[in-house]
């Protein structure tokens, strides 16, 4: 356990169904990310948190929508998703400074996600 | 943020040294070089980062050339869990991280 929780761990959903992807970190951190990775692709950078604020959505389709409602807690809303669509959802946090103590992101182990 | 190149892959004998290059030319002053392992389909895990001097941790060192254009991930022995993707990153204080494709390390018995 890396103090990044996500559930669920697996997710099977229809195309017209709507679901959520939650991460909750116990690290103390004050801002979140969410990554995608399709099968034998690098990982894509989603959205960016800071204190709780939207600070960076890489063009991601509507269809992805996050929340953060707090520092601890940030969620992956989902509808009308594509097969295409099908990866592993991770979340990461980290405290926003750099340094010697800064040791980057901590990630959580994921959420496999198909659409069928 | 800098690019780095990296090896696509690397075996590796069980318990000997595995020594992982990563090439960033184009690294600037303020940059610091990251390492990260992701084992498959977990998230990736932290091993070590640094600015300019040599670091060593529980997990791995960190060499970096004194031009700061390349630097080498090393573990002194490499056990069969230490199979997984190695991600080198480079990365301005504030900036994101971005992962590239990384060298898919492979430990052999």
């Not at chain 1, 929780?5 to 970190?25: F, I, W, Y």
């Not at chain 2, 700061?68 to 080198?88: M, N």
Request: proline share 6%; net charge neutral; aromatic share 10%.
């Amino acid at each position: 356990e890396t103090g990044v929780t996500q559930t669920p761990r697996h997710l099977v959903m229809g195309m017209t169904n709507k679901k959520s992807l939650k991460c909750e970190q116990h690290l103390g951190h004050n801002a979140m990310y969410w990554y995608k990775q399709s099968a034998k692709k690098p990982l894509e950078l989603m959205f960016v948190y800071s204190l709780e604020e939207r600070v960076e959505n890489n063009s991601v389709p509507s269809r992805f929508s996050p929340e953060c409602p707090n520092s601890s807690h940030l969620f992956l809303h989902l509808h009308t998703l594509q097969p295409e669509d099908s990866a592993l959802y991770l979340c990461a946090s980290s405290q926003d400074r750099i340094g010697p103590a800064n040791y980057g992101y901590t990630f959580g182990s994921g959420t496999r996600l198909t659409v069928v | 943020d800098a690019k780095t190149t990296q090896p696509p892959s690397m075996d590796c004998a069980e318990g000997r040294a595995a020594n992982l290059p990563c090439n960033h030319s184009t690294i600037s002053g303020n940059e610091y070089v990251y390492w990260y392992r992701q084992i498959h389909s977990q998230g990736p895990q932290y091993i070590i980062h640094g600015l300019k001097n040599n670091e060593t941790n529980e997990m791995a060192s960190l060499i970096i050339t004194e031009d700061r254009k390349s630097s080498t991930l090393i573990l002194p022995h490499a056990t069969l869990r230490d199979t997984a993707v190695y991600y080198c990153i480079v990365r301005v204080a504030g900036n994101q991280f971005y992962f590239g494709t990384g060298t898919s390390l492979t430990v052999i018995p």
